[in-house]
């Protein structure tokens, strides 16, 4: 069992950055895929950024490549996403999620667990 508690939403203007954390609780932690997703009013969520366990691979969407960077402390069982150069349609609810194994994916359904989310709201 995973349970994922996520921080550092907020209202920032157009351009701006916001920094989101994720804490994990378990031992598996640096055995486990995690990943980030996001679900704006009206919409599916989606895919944002995915890293593995050590760190080595990454997967990003295309409308935040360039602009997101994922990172995992192991030792502080956290996962960031760092957000640059924020746009309106960046606004949405973030969740974070944990797969059940070390194995690169996508797909929302994929995923074991999830955190409660948080908001991210961007001012034009």
């Known amino acids: 069992q995973v349970q994922l508690v996520e921080s550092g939403g907020g209202l920032v203007q157009a351009g701006g950055s916001l920094r989101l954390s994720c804490a994990a609780s378990?031992?598996?932690?640096?055995?486990?895929?995690m990943g980030w997703f996001r679900q704006a009013p009206g919409k599916e969520r989606e895919f944002v950024s995915a890293i593995s366990g050590a760190g080595l691979r990454i997967y990003y969407a295309d409308s935040v490549k360039g602009r997101f960077t994922i990172s995992r402390d192991n030792a502080k069982n956290t996962v960031y996403l760092q957000m640059s150069n924020l746009k309106p349609e960046d606004a949405a609810a973030y969740y974070c999620a944990a797969h059940n194994s070390n194995m690169m994916t996508m797909t929302l359904g994929e995923y074991a667990y999830w955190g409660q989310g948080t908001q991210v709201t961007v001012s034009s």
């Open positions: 378990g031992r598996t932690f640096s055995r486990i895929v």
